[in-house]
């Protein structure tokens, strides 16, 4: 789609991996009270599949473990069976990956190639009873929402987790005419939670998740639509100020 393929760091990537690690205990914690269902054996063999379409290189000297092994580490403490695919494009970061992942499990895969792969391994598979995580941290704006798509139809089970500046694609809403976040993400998948939304750029972890409607969620700090607090982060993360304005000229302060 856009640009950058590099991995690097930024001030916000504790947040980042803190939010990441948050998102993964309540997931778990719902896989879990799931599986307890005898109904829902198979879902339980089957085990969480995890897709990392951005790996990077693992564990950074300076902001410590990233995604990949935080998924691995959480997955371990809540006692949840998983199989993982891990894409990183470039080669050094790879490398580096490589090396802060070995020892894993045999169920812990990692590819140095373009997560866009996938669609040619999803032919003829259609998963309906497996859950998941696709975990998508671009570089940039660099969201490769062709692949969401595709892999949203044929895991259905799989919830969709994203770590965005929203400020900056805000930006390029206005500047470059690109179609709001939430808007695109409704054609993937529907129910969409969010976390709080930090510094001037904004970050936040955007989940297009089976499981809205749990109030668990925000002991956990993410929010949606139905409660003030969301609707007041929703306004922010999306919409600028001039827009807002147009919305509600009404509103005092604007
Ligand atoms: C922000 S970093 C990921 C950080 C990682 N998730 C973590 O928590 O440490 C983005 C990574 O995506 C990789 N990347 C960019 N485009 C890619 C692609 N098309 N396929 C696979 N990896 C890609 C970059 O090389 C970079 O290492």
């Avoid at 990537?13 to 879990?32: E, G, V």
């Avoid at 590819?111 to 998508?136: A, M, R, T």
Wanted: include cysteine; proline fraction near 5%; aromatic fraction near 14%.
């Amino acid at each position: 789609m856009k640009n950058s393929k590099k991995y690097k760091t930024s001030t916000a990537t504790p947040y980042k991996q803190l939010s990441f690690a948050d998102f993964l205990d309540q997931y778990f914690s719902i896989l879990n009270a799931i599986y307890m269902n005898p109904r829902n054996k198979k879902s339980h063999e089957l085990g969480c599949l995890y897709f990392d379409l951005n790996g990077g290189v693992g564990t950074d000297p300076k902001t410590g473990d990233g995604s990949p092994i935080i998924f691995h580490k959480k997955a371990i403490e809540h006692g949840i069976k998983y199989r993982a695919h891990i894409y990183e494009l470039d080669k050094e970061t790879f490398g580096k990956l490589a090396v802060s992942t070995s020892g894993f499990p045999d169920d812990f895969h990692i590819y140095n190639q373009d997560h866009s792969v996938i669609v040619d391994k999803l032919d003829g598979i259609y998963q309906p009873l497996q859950h998941g995580i696709i975990y998508c941290d671009p570089t940039d704006l660099d969201i490769n929402f062709d692949l969401l798509k595709v892999m949203a139809k044929y895991y259905p089970k799989l919830d969709i987790v994203i770590n965005v500046a929203a400020g900056s694609w805000k930006r390029s809403v206005t500047v470059h005419d690109w179609e709001r976040l939430p808007d695109i993400l409704s054609t993937i998948k529907g129910k969409l939670i969010f976390r709080k939304p930090i510094m001037q750029s904004q970050w936040t972890i955007l989940v297009c998740t089976n499981f809205k409607g749990f109030k668990a969620w925000e002991s956990r700090h993410f929010q949606d639509l139905d409660t003030d607090l969301g609707r007041e982060w929703y306004n922010k993360l999306f919409y600028s100020a001039n827009d807002l304005k147009k919305m509600n000229p009404q509103l005092p302060g604007f």
